[in-house]
Structures are given as C-alpha cells and as structure tokens.
C-alpha cells in the first residue's frame, strides 16, 4: 500500500515537473529578439532609362509588353523622383496619363514586384517584411505629396499592406509557433497601426506560452491570485508542495538504499 502511494505521489510529481518544463522550453525555444532594421527598398540612384526601353513598344501593347522584370530590378522604383520622371516620360510618349501611364507603373509596382520577390515572400522572412512596410508606407505618403498621382501611390500603398496582412496570416497557419516570436508580433502590431489587422487567437494554453516569452512573470502571477478561487489556490500550493516533497523523499530513498 505504502509503495503504491509512492508510485502515485511521483507519478503526480513528474506529471507537473513535465508539464512546467514543456512550457519552459516551448517559450524558450519561440523567443527571438532580433532587431530589425528598416532597409532601403531598393538602390535610389539608377541609371534605366525608360525611354529607350520603351522607344518601340506601340501604345496599343505598352502595359502588356512594359519590360517590368528589368524595370524593378534597374529603375530604382523605391525613389519618387524616380517614379515621378517615369510617369512624365510615359506621359510623353503615349499621352494617356490614366490608361497607360498610371494603369502601367501599377501593374509594375503591385503585380509584377509580388512576383518578382515571391521568393522572399514564400517563407516568414521578418527584415524584407519590415522594409517592405515601411516603403509601402512611403507611397502613401508621396500620394498626399504628389495629388495628381495619388491614386498610383494610395493603390500600391492598399495592395502591398493587404498582400503582407494576408501572407503573415498564412506564415502563422504554416508554423502556429510564429505568434510568440517577437519579430512577428513587431510586425502585427505596425500592420495594426496602419488598420490592417492580422487576425490569431491564443488559447488557455498558448496565452501561458506567449507570457512566459515575453517575461511577464508578475502578470501570470496576478492573473492566478486575482482570477481563480481559494479552493484553486490552495490546490495549486499543495501540488507544488507535493511535488517538492515527493522528490526529496524520491531522492532520499534512492540515496538510502545505495548506502546499503
């Protein structure tokens, strides 16, 4: 009888070590406090030159022949002096602001950069996210600055903060491991700023695992004493109790009989 009160006592003890243990680690191996850093998007200077890109594209085939690949990877788009001479020279040579020019540069800097960087975009990659926002940020910030194309900046600014609300939505179904890490909540939380919400619950369990991340012992702490009854905390006192006590005797009997 006596042996199997042992047997349960460790048992209980080991169970509860087990389960403080898992969430240790679980948290542990989820933190990551890597700083970011906000990037340039792309070198500013460039030496493209759109119109001899262009010079024999008809205007019938212009958006569907643009040299776009080329285009984001030379013309230096992440500059709006750049941009704002590329809508001038199209401006020029085909004289259709809105259908051509405007419809063109769309394409180019929606479109045709998500899949030119799609290998960036395939797997949670926080440094390109975070420059991706921040230039995408800087559009709509040129679109208040430069009315007359406004509506270029505003759309590539609304594409890109909705395409990045979408993939870190898809990164935290592809690894749910991701909420705790704090480069990705950095980067929920910028999205929010700009009201582009990224939509995740923590369960009872998870929301233990994203406290202990972020070191927020004292507000577990408060939540347990605060929030569950006396009969709770006097359980979880004699568990921890029991567990300290069922190791000591555990050991001391081990020790014991290795004497003899």
Known sequence: ?????????????????????????????????????????????????????????????????????????????CDVNNISNHIMILDSNYNNHWDISMNTLLVALTDSLKEYKSKELAEFNPQFLINKIEWAKKM?????????????????????????????????????????????????????????????????????INYLTEGRYMYIWNRIYKSTSLLTKLTLVFLIFLTIFTFIFSFKKIFLNSKK
């Open 1 to 77: 009888m006596f042996k199997k009160v042992n047997l349960i006592l460790l048992f209980v003890s080991v169970s509860t070590t087990v389960a403080f243990i898992y969430f240790i680690i679980t948290a542990t191996e989820n933190y990551d406090d890597t700083d970011l850093y906000v990037l340039e998007e792309c070198e500013p200077y460039s030496e493209f030159n759109l119109s001899k890109e262009i010079k024999n594209i008809d205007s019938s085939e212009i958006v569907k022949k643009f040299p776009y690949k080329k285009y984001i990877g030379e013309s230096g788009y």
């Open 140 to 208: 709509k910030h040129y679109g208040e600055c430069y009315p007359n194309n406004k509506f270029l900046f505003d759309v590539t600014y609304e594409f890109w903060m909705s395409q990045i609300s979408s993939l870190m939505y898809k990164y935290n179904g592809d690894n749910s491991k991701l909420r705790y890490d704090f480069r990705y909540k950095y980067l929920v939380s910028c999205l929010s700023m700009e009201k582009y919400f990224v939509s995740f619950g923590f369960s009872k369990k998870e929301k233990m």
